[in-house]
């Protein structure tokens, strides 16, 4: 794929976008572990493209949704999961540059690499083109999966589903507490219990912070009772 | 201040925009505890403007910033108390629709509060007049602490700080450990000790995140090292 015209032809095939700098394009393309100029400001410039781009079509498309309603489905959006996905899609990892020691690079780190670049060609075209511009590739990148969105009132979290749950049944909320830690200070994992004695429930949920352990276990509860 | 026009002759007067659409200025100047239309969310959309205007002129005005550099940077400004500071300023205070129950507020809530309508606000001139009309108010609104902020290099958090001072003396890494929590589980306060046994230092920090009590914890070490 890396021709004379890298990265113009896959820009223009994958992106539907005409670029005017294939330098900046270029930079976007490149991580930080290949030699010349690399990707990290410009993915500083497009996560907050991207960011906007996605708030403004989710304020217009659903005009019922709370703050949090459009918070929680932005996260579904433009986390480092569903952004790696796109980026996989249009086949990003095969132009993207980087350094001999990446290569070989699979798993959360590979996924988290193709974010980035994605992000940062984002902020290319903003950069490059506008905000309408990056508006019109980002929702031809996304269209699909905005459309799939789910009805903002199916997006509570685990904790305030389980928290109504048992009032409504006119029941005592839940009872969380953390079981223990793992790891070191910057990559810890939290593990969490809650327990819910008037239905004799109690599971665990592990996350990176005590609110997603929490979450975890509260989503655990959930599963049992529906299960049952 | 509430005439007949308001809010338009403050937005005019304070930020230089001729409102086209009055309605949407209401309501960024409304808090969710007075009746009528609120800045709920126009206050999602503003924070993604806001990110993104400060993003770049920050990507433009530190070419040679690195990407946490920018971070930081904009992380001086858009946070909670720059932006109640900056609503202070142009008086958004006394425009604001507030419940009677949130009149008497003050303190943190109230930043918080000021903060949200700054971000409504500029949402507000986004969808009132485009990208261009929101990066005129809000560079107008923050230049002068854009023109103040410090150079990028002396922006290094406190526990880097910190590693990079005993490092460049051959002294052993600090030792972080969390001594206790308090509060409920949503609204925690980390209390977290920081030792450097080699030059007898020892230090405490608190903060919501353990992450934050680290760096407060940090930052008292190199200011006792500092006060010598």
Redesign the interface.
Known sequence: MNGGDWPVRWIREQLGYPPRDPELFKAALTHRSAPGPNN??L???G???L??VI??HL?FAFPD???GD??RLRARLVSAEPLAEVAAQIGLGEVLQLGSGELKTGGFRRQSILADALEAVCGAV?LDGG?EAAQDVIERLFGPRVAALPAPASLKDAKTRLQEYLQSRGLALPR?SVDRTEGE??E?TFHVICEVPEIGRRAEGSGSS??RA?QEAAEHILQEIEAE
């Open positions: 990290e400001r993915e500083f410039l996560d907050a493209v960011n906007l708030a403004r304020f949704g709370s703050e459009l918070s903003f905000l969380y200070a910057h810890q005590r609110r929490e």
